[in-house]
């Protein structure tokens, strides 16, 4: 079946660091790749996608480009910002109806 | 445009109560999913209906919970009797034609639900 890895972390960054958040998978077939945030008393936001291989989502400032070859996806952010703190959760979505989530990466940014 | 929308945001209960839980999804849209988010489990699908028909519920923990959608723009989720290790947040989702893969799901803001 299909299945998501990611970072578990927590993160902690300081303020403007570079962001890198892994992201792989396993799956069959051509899925889509999601992003998704989830800041603190909130539900999930969609944050980026993308649905085919070589495909980059981005969206404020975020990036994750999907690869094929390696079964990746991760997510970037040149600058981080203290109100980018949040969970991070990766997943996937085949040809059915249901979302494969990650575990989640907790982010935490530091003035 | 307004979001998925769920009722109450927060339910405080206590043991063997009947809880309610209510979802709006996006206008159009004609699947929805039920979620249950824990510190332990993560994320768990609950139930899936597509056009208000319940496709799938085998992720119902078991006979408490009970889920309707009687039409296109309201579920709920009933849990009776409540207990505590019900304790979690609750969201409700939507999205366009869920098997296609292209379609995201757009999640609500959740009830955080407590069972004393």
Same mark, same amino acid.
């Given at each position: 079946g299909n299945s998501v890895t990611q970072m578990e972390g927590p993160v902690t960054l300081s303020e403007e660091a570079f962001l890198t958040i892994n992201c792989t998978y396993t799956a069959t077939?051509?899925?889509?790749? +999601?992003?998704?945030? #989830?800041?603190? @008393?909130?539900?999930? #936001?969609?944050l980026l996608k993308a649905?085919?291989?070589?495909?980059?989502?981005?969206?404020? @400032? +975020?990036? /994750?480009?999907?690869?094929?070859?390696t079964t990746s +996806?991760?997510?970037?952010k040149g600058s981080v910002q203290v109100?980018?703190? /949040?969970?991070?959760f990766c997943a996937l979505k085949g040809s059915n109806y249901?979302?494969?989530? @990650?575990? @989640?990466?907790?982010?935490?940014?530091n003035p | 445009d307004a979001g998925v929308i769920q009722s109450p945001r927060h339910e405080v209960t206590e043991m063997g109560q009947e809880v309610t839980l209510r979802c709006k999804p996006i206008?159009?849209?004609?699947? &929805?999913?039920?979620?249950?988010?824990?510190?332990?489990?993560? &994320?768990? &699908? &609950?139930?899936?209906?597509?056009n208000n028909v319940p496709i799938d519920d085998s992720g119902m923990p078991e006979d408490r919970f009970s889920a309707k959608m009687p039409n296109a723009s309201f579920s709920t989720l009933k849990i009776q009797p409540s207990e505590p290790r019900d304790s979690a947040v609750y969201f409700c989702a939507s999205s366009l034609i869920a098997e296609s893969s292209y379609n995201e799901q757009f999640f609500g803001p959740?009830?955080?639900l407590t069972v004393l």
């Open positions: 077939g051509y899925p889509s790749l +999601f992003w998704y945030v #989830q800041y603190p @008393g909130e539900g999930l #936001q969609l649905t085919k291989a070589d495909d980059k989502g981005s969206n404020k @400032g +975020f990036e /994750a480009t999907y690869r094929k070859e +996806f991760h997510l970037e109100s980018d703190s /949040a969970v991070y249901k979302l494969t989530f @990650g575990k @989640g990466t907790l982010l935490t940014v | 206008s159009g849209h004609n699947s &929805l999913f039920w979620y249950r988010q824990t510190m332990m489990r993560g &994320l768990e &699908l &609950l139930i899936y209906f597509n959740g009830t955080r």
